[in-house]
Every structure is written in C-alpha cells, then in structure tokens.
C-alpha cells in the first residue's frame, strides 16, 4: 500500500528557510516520479518542483532559485528545501507521487499523479 507522509512545515518570517521531508512507504522512491504541490486558499493546487526516477528535477518558475527538490534513496524519503521564503509561498504542501519509467520525463501537473500525502501547512509572515 503505497503511503506517502509530509513533516517540516511551520511558520517563519519572510527571508527565511524550512525543509520539509515526505516519507514513501510501499514502494521505492527511486523508481517512482514525485513532486512537491502546494495550495493556498482559495487557489488551485499548483506544482511546485518534480523530481523524476533518472533524478531528473524542474522547478516551477515562481520557486526556482529558491527551493530544491532532492531524495535520499537509502531512507525512500522526498525532501523540499525553502529558502528565502515569501508571503506567497504559504499554503499547505503536497507530496506526489506515481510510478514512471527512466522515459517519464519530470511532471509537475496535479492529474499526472495517482498517490498523494495529507500536507504539510507552511505560513510565512511579513
């Protein structure tokens, strides 16, 4: 049973920094394309960074520069790491997942996945 649980959100001024993991169980990171997601009231959910099963990865344009999607096979876990946060970064955060071939390439579009977390809340003041 493919599982997928976000921890590391919280609340942080404008500037600052958070990192935010995504446990997977039921299947092997590595061989899955994942994703961060995120939502703000109100809003679509909008993708965030993609990583593919190469390890191929693709900022949305609004994050890049700023965050970075990576995992760690060896604990099956996805990480998101934030910095210089932005009042608009706040919403709650998803992770995403999907199994995918080395062919897949990096997807970052909510129907292209089939596995999701509950989310992770992440506030950023001014």
């Known amino acids: 049973q493919v599982q997928l649980a976000e921890t590391g959100g919280g609340s942080v001024q404008t500037g600052g920094s958070l990192r935010l993991s995504c446990a997977a169980s039921?299947?092997?990171?590595?061989?899955?394309?994942m994703a961060w997601f995120r939502q703000a009231p109100g809003k679509e959910r909008e993708g965030v960074a993609g990583?593919?099963?190469?390890?191929?990865?693709r900022n949305a344009d609004s994050v890049k520069g700023r965050f970075t999607i990576s995992r760690a096979n060896a604990e099956n876990t996805l990480y998101l790491r934030m910095n210089n946060l932005k009042p608009e970064d706040t919403g709650t955060y998803y992770c995403?997942?999907?199994?995918?071939?080395?062919?897949?390439?990096?997807?970052?579009?909510?129907?292209?996945?089939?596995?999701w977390g509950q989310g992770t809340q992440v506030t950023v003041s001014s």
């Open positions: 039921g299947f092997t990171v590595s061989m899955y394309s």
């Open positions: 995403a997942a999907r199994p995918s071939s080395y062919l897949d390439s990096v997807f970052l579009s909510t129907r292209d996945f089939d596995y």
């Open positions: 990583i593919n099963a190469l390890g191929v990865t």
